[in-house]
């Protein structure tokens, strides 16, 4: 099973990240650490907020669409909902964005600054149901922990 010791990883997150105010560089240590860290991940990473559009930021994995329209896809749409998207079979999500056609489930977070969202993580699995409730708790502490490194 996909057992993750979240708390471990949150440490490693708060020791590698503490003290990098730099977006660029602690999300590329963040995405590089998650994708490490989890089994059966084939894309981590982060698309900003930029105007009206979320841009391609940090990743691990292959190439993939550079600017998704708010409110669009599964990113678009967590943005614009500010919330959490759990997505079991991708295929299933109508307006779901392929750029990998390997993946089949996705979760996706908000990044926030002074409470707006101003970025997503965005991970994907070649698993169906790969991500659990577990998974998005712990995941979700792990952005607090980035939000903390950034902004605080
Ligand atoms: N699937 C996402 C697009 C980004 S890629 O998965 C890296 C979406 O529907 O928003």
Known sequence: MNQVCYDSLNRQAEALLGGESNMIAA???FSALINQ???DLNWVGFYIKQDEQLVLGPFQGKVA???IPWGKGVCGTSAATDSTLRVDDV???EGHIACDSA???EIVIPVHHAGEVIAVLDIDSP???RFSADD???LEILVKTLEIALFA
């Open 27 to 29: 999300m590329a240590n």
């Open 65 to 67: 669409c550079a600017r």
């Open 103 to 105: 993946s089949n489930a």
């Open 91 to 93: 295929h299933q999500f």
């Open 136 to 138: 998005q708790q712990g």
């Open 127 to 129: 698993l169906h149901n």
């Open 37 to 39: 860290t989890l089994p």
